[in-house]
């Protein structure tokens, strides 16, 4: 009798035990689509300055310079990258990472979301990113209060695909 309720003791443990705990995504892909006004704009600036740029459904141009290998991201990845950001028509980075970065692909602006899918772990893009899938119509501005990106800023990022967790 004793070993029938050891047994009845053992087994919720064991089972309890051996649950796993999964964490449920808190993202959802984003649906935002350009404008056609914002879309005819990039188009006119990747003309003049990548061609080879292809348009992507929502509205973002990507060229592509290596695929990678491995897995591709979903909203629900962390992803470690270098990247560096610009506004259009400015040389200056507003914003870069020489070393590698992590952050939740799903935490980051729509223009990112939608198309980093497309590359793997060792991959290099350049995005270009209209203002309703990047910022939109608000000033983004750094620790001191100064605006580091205009509301509706056109922009662009070249980015390395390091890891995706």
Sequence with gaps: MKKISFLFILLPV???????????????????????????????????????????????????????????????????VKYSGFIFNNSSPFDSSPTPVKFSLGSLIAGWQNVLYLLKPGGSITLYIPPSLGYGSRDVKNNAGVTVIPANSYLKFTIDLVEVQ
């Design 14 to 80: 064991l089972f309890i035990s051996c649950k796993k705990e999964t964490a449920k995504c808190p993202y959802t892909a984003p649906v935002t689509k350009a404008s056609q006004a914002e879309i005819d704009s990039i188009q006119r600036y990747v003309n003049i300055n990548d061609p080879s740029a292809t348009k992507y459904s929502d509205g973002v141009f990507y060229k592509i310079s290596n695929p990678g290998s491995g897995t591709s991201p979903t909203v629900c990845s962390d992803i470690t």
